[in-house]
T-cell receptor
Framework: DAKTTQPPSMDCAEGRAANLPCNHS???????VYWYRQIHSQGPQYIIH???NNETNEMASLIITEDRKSSTLILPHATLRDTAVYYC??????????FGQGTELSVKP | DVKVTQSSRYLVKRTGEKVFLECVQD?????MFWYRQDPGLGLRLIYF???????EKGDIPEGYSVSREKKERFSLILESASTNQTSMYLC????????????FGPGTRLLVL
């Protein structure tokens, strides 16, 4: 099973890009990398996922290294409402989420 | 949009009580999951179901049971609540494959006294 590691906390200035790293050095070739975020006292919210190629949607961009051992979630223009805990994870073959500790992102004015 | 609802946002129960947590989804998804979330431990899978009346144990099934009589509804049952089951309980749903994106409900914060 792929395990993920993330820094416990990060700060970002409002309006700047927030770059959240994740290491998943044991990920296997067919395991997607998923990113969710959780605002205090709410359920996790899906952001984006990817396998090999970089991905972009209306919320964020996902950059996956060529060896797939790490990825970076980019919030291009962080707002105060982006303050949350961000989780990077993958599934194992049985569909089990392998959720790590996450990164607590604080966006400051 | 996928909508996943949970029966209660906050619940207070006494030790030994039988507790029912219910989750309902409106997207005709095959797969439903129950997790608990505790500080420092992240999300841990309790049970999941890939079809009506089908269930599989997750990582921490002890002290819990589940029921899925209808496709849209997945219930988590604490047969005899204990204080160490005080936690945030999250329901999630996913489409045909277990590897599809999971969508979470708002969570139920359970306190067992």
């Amino acid at each position: 099973d792929a395990k993920t590691t993330q820094p416990p906390s990060m700060d970002c200035a409002e309006g700047r890009a927030a770059n959240l790293p994740c290491n998943h050095s044991t990920i296997s070739g067919n395991e997607y990398v998923y990113w969710y975020r959780q605002i205090h006292s709410q359920g996790p919210q899906y952001i984006i996922h990817g396998l090999k190629n970089n991905e972009t949607n209306e919320m964020a961009s996902l950059i996956i290294t060529e060896d797939r051992k790490s990825s970076t979630l980019i919030l291009p223009h962080a707002t105060l409402r982006d303050t949350a805990v961000y989780y990077c994870f993958s599934y194992n073959q049985g569909g089990k989420l392998i959720f790590g500790q996450g990164t607590e992102l604080s966006v400051k004015p | 949009d996928v909508k996943v609802t949970q029966s209660s946002r906050y619940l207070v129960k006494r030790t030994g009580e039988k507790v029912f947590l219910e989750c309902v989804q409106d997207m005709d998804h095959e797969n439903m999951f129950w997790y608990r979330q505790d500080p420092g431990l992240g999300l841990r899978l309790i049970y999941f179901s890939y079809d009506v009346k089908m269930k599989e144990k997750g990582d921490i099934p002890e002290g819990y049971s589940v029921s899925r009589e209808k496709k849209e509804r997945f219930s988590l049952i604490l047969e005899s609540a204990s204080t160490n089951q005080t936690s945030m309980y999250l329901c999630a749903t996913a489409g045909v494959s277990l590897l599809e994106t999971q969508y979470f409900g708002p969570g139920t914060r359970l306190l067992v006294l």
